[in-house]
Structures are given as structure tokens and as C-alpha cells.
């Protein structure tokens, strides 16, 4: 099932991105949105509560080379619209860098001075983000 979003890239870019293998189900993840084009997962090192990474599922190392940048582009509002209903803030924030993990991703985080609870409760975190996304 992975081997086909990765046409044109090596193995070793498959191997060593661990995006990829959060999508392939190699590593675990607190999942806020899945669909068949996108992923959209807690952040490992939290920011603040509900910090979201949003990523293609397909492999490209930046976010303006995915062929459905639109749809892409249209899922982090969902999500932040959810992160903002759920952690009750105004104050979202988008990082796109792409230094740090080689697969298109782009961070949205509740503000530091407006976020509420532990950044570390992952399952609590999660599931505030996927009730909003659906209310």
C-alpha cells in the first residue's frame, strides 16, 4: 500500500523519513484527520496543546511541490478552525519551514499566551481537535 506514494523517490527517502512512516503505520500517531490524500497527526514535541502537523500522504519534500496544494491548503483551515474551537483562541499558528522533517508539513499551533491544558496530553488533545472537526 505505501510502496505507490512514493513513485520517484529512492528507498533510502522512504526509509529515512519518518512522515512516511507514520503514514504507513510504522510509527504511531495521535491522528486528528485522515483522508486518501492527507494525514494530520499530533506534534511529538508539542508547542502548545493541539500543536498539528498536516502532511501528504504521498512523499514530496516541499509542501508547494504537492499537486493538491488547494485541497492541502483548505485542510490546515479545517484544522484550524478546529483547533480554534477546541482550545477556545483566536490565536492559531502556521509554521512551513520543511528543515527539520524532508516531507512536506506544514505546523498549526494554539498561541503560547492563549493555550489551555498539557501540551502532553495527547489523547485528550487529539480527540478535542476531532470533535470540533465534526461539530
Known amino acids: 500500500m505505501c510502496a505507490s506514494l ?9 526509509e ?5 512512516k507514520i503514514v504507513c503505520g510504522e510509527i504511531p500517531a495521535y491522528k486528528v484527520y485522515e483522508d486518501d490524500t492527507f494525514l494530520a497527526f499530533l506534534d511529538i514535541h508539542p508547542q502548545t496543546p493541539g500543536h498539528v502537523q498536516v502532511i501528504p500522504k504521498a512523499h514530496h519534500r516541499w509542501v508547494w511541490d504537492v499537486p493538491e496544494y488547494g485541497a492541502y491548503l483548505e485542510l490546515v ?19 512551513i519551514v520543511g528543515d527539520e ?24 488533545n487529539a480527540e478535542k481537535i476531532r470533535t470540533a472537526l465534526t461539530t
Open 77 to 95: 483551515r479545517k484544522i484550524v478552525f478546529a483547533q480554534r474551537k477546541a482550545f477556545t483562541t483566536d490565536w492559531i499558528l502556521a509554521r
Open 6 to 14: 512514493y513513485i520517484g523517490y529512492t528507498a533510502s527517502t522512504m
Open 16 to 20: 529515512d523519513c519518518i512522515f512516511c
Open 101 to 124: 522533517v524532508h516531507h512536506a508539513h506544514i505546523w498549526v499551533f494554539p498561541g503560547p499566551s492563549d493555550s489551555q491544558g498539557d501540551p502532553t496530553d495527547f489523547a485528550t
